[in-house]
């Protein structure tokens, strides 16, 4: 969502737009093989981490990513999964989510 111009001609050349997250229509296979790269380090598609201080929201399917892109993930509970709990910081504030799937 956030590339650089290059990764947008790369998107339109495959008839995809920036807002739309990948999923099983996007035609090339590089795409594809990032997302299997990240996952293996993502942290939350591993049972060894408790919480992640830091990075980068998660796009979860409630779909408040792009509200959550201008702030900073501070914490993410990971461990045992369900509520995960996440707490962001923008300009001094702190806002806390529960997320269930």
């Known amino acids: ?3 650089s111009s290059l990764v947008e001609r790369y998107l339109v050349s495959n008839g995809w737009v920036r807002e739309e997250p990948l999923n099983s229509n996007f035609p090339d296979g590089a795409a594809h093989e990032y997302e299997r790269i990240w996952q293996k380090n993502c942290p939350i598609f591993t049972d060894t981490a408790w919480a992640v201080c830091g990075g980068w929201n ?3 399917p409630d779909g408040d990513f792009i509200e959550r892109s201008g702030t900073d993930l501070a914490v993410w509970t ?7 709990v996440e707490v962001f910081e923008e300009n001094g504030v702190f806002t806390v989510r529960q997320r269930i799937t």
């Open 78 to 84: 990971l461990r045992e999964a369900e509520p995960w």
């Open 58 to 60: 998660f796009p979860w």
């Open 1 to 3: 969502m956030f590339g």
